[in-house]
């Protein structure tokens, strides 16, 4: 039976609209400079989260070693690791990702339901940001340690260092311990704890094939501290001790081949292929990093007098 004419309700959406077009006229009558006075001053707009524009560079999907790809973007890792029982993927770079990367994985032959595991190193939106639609798509289990698993918890928001840079929010399914191994048929990835860049930062390893050679891999989180207050900090005191210990481990890291989330400090372009411009270990990796914060140290005991 069809839906019958009801003219009363007709009357009342006729009211309604009339009555909203009058608030809006009324509105823009209140807001807009009257003759004789000046555009009153206003709040500054909100900005959106810039980034260089090589983090935003789509690339094809380029080969690192037999089973490991990088299938991100000219500035931001995200690596994916095929395997005889599904594939893993380690980071997913900014929110608007999530596209590139399914597109990539697919030109691989990784449909999304054959992605099994989803890991990270640290929880900024340029490293977990497509992470909450990725496993949407796929129904994989996010990886977490418990400090980077709040941070995604709450998208981003009250980052120590940087306050709110907001993500789709995301929930871990598994917490890992430092030194725990993840496993996914013949592949085993154990997790680094390496805080300081973020208090959940996490560095991975694994074994692969390069060149027709074993080689052992390092994913090693970033290191840097990007106008990070370092002294007095209330939020994260013990920031320097944590970087100091960071740096000796990842010194001692199985490291046949050093990979990071920004390819270029740790020696790697990515163009049509992925070329290690620069052969950089892990321990020289992270030596610079801590002359890099002797440095900061020493410029901000300079500036507190």
């Known amino acids: 039976m069809g839906k019958r004419y009801n003219p009363v309700m007709t009357t009342r959406n006729f009211l309604f609209l009339a009555l909203l077009a009058l608030s809006s006229a009324v ?42 790809w990088q299938i991100g973007t000219a500035g931001l890792s995200a690596l994916l690791i095929k395997t005889d029982a599904g594939a893993v993927l380690i980071d ?4 608007q990702m999530d596209d590139l990367l399914l597109d990539n994985m697919r030109k691989l032959g990784v449909q999304p339901a054959e992605l099994r595991l989803i890991l990270h190193s640290h929880a900024h939106a340029d490293h ?44 871990a399914d598994r917490i890992v311990q430092d030194g725990e191994v993840v496993k996914l048929g013949s592949l085993s990835l154990q997790a680094h704890f390496t805080p300081g860049h973020t ?70 372009k990515y163009a049509t292929e992925a070329v290690r411009e620069q052969e950089v270990s892990c321990a020289a990796y992270a030596d610079n990093a801590r002359r890099k914060l002797d440095q900061q140290l020493a410029e901000a005991r300079a500036k507190s007098g």
Request: hydrophobic share 35%; glycine share 8%.
């Open 128 to 171: 977990v940001g497509s992470l909450a639609a990725i496993k949407r798509a796929s129904g994989a289990q996010l990886v977490s340690n418990a400090e980077s698993a709040v941070l995604l918890a709450r998208g981003g928001a009250n980052d120590i260092h940087f306050g709110d840079l907001l993500y789709p929010t995301v929930h």
């Open 92 to 95: 997913g770079g900014m929110p």
């Open 27 to 68: 509105g823009s009558a209140e807001t807009a400079p009257q003759p004789g006075q000046s555009e009153q001053p206003q709040l500054p707009q909100l900005r959106a989260y810039k980034v260089p524009d090589r983090w935003l560079q789509p690339r094809e999907p380029l080969q690192i070693a037999e089973h490991t």
């Open 199 to 268: 208090p959940g930062s996490m560095s991975w390893t694994w074994s692969d094939n390069r060149a027709g050679k074993p080689v052992r891999i390092a994913y090693v989180d970033s290191l840097s501290a990007p106008r990070y207050r370092l002294l007095g900090n209330p939020r994260y005191p013990k920031i320097v001790d944590d970087y100091r210990a960071a740096f000796e481990r990842v010194a001692q890291l199985p490291c046949d081949l050093l990979l990071s989330p920004h390819p270029r400090r740790s020696g790697w």
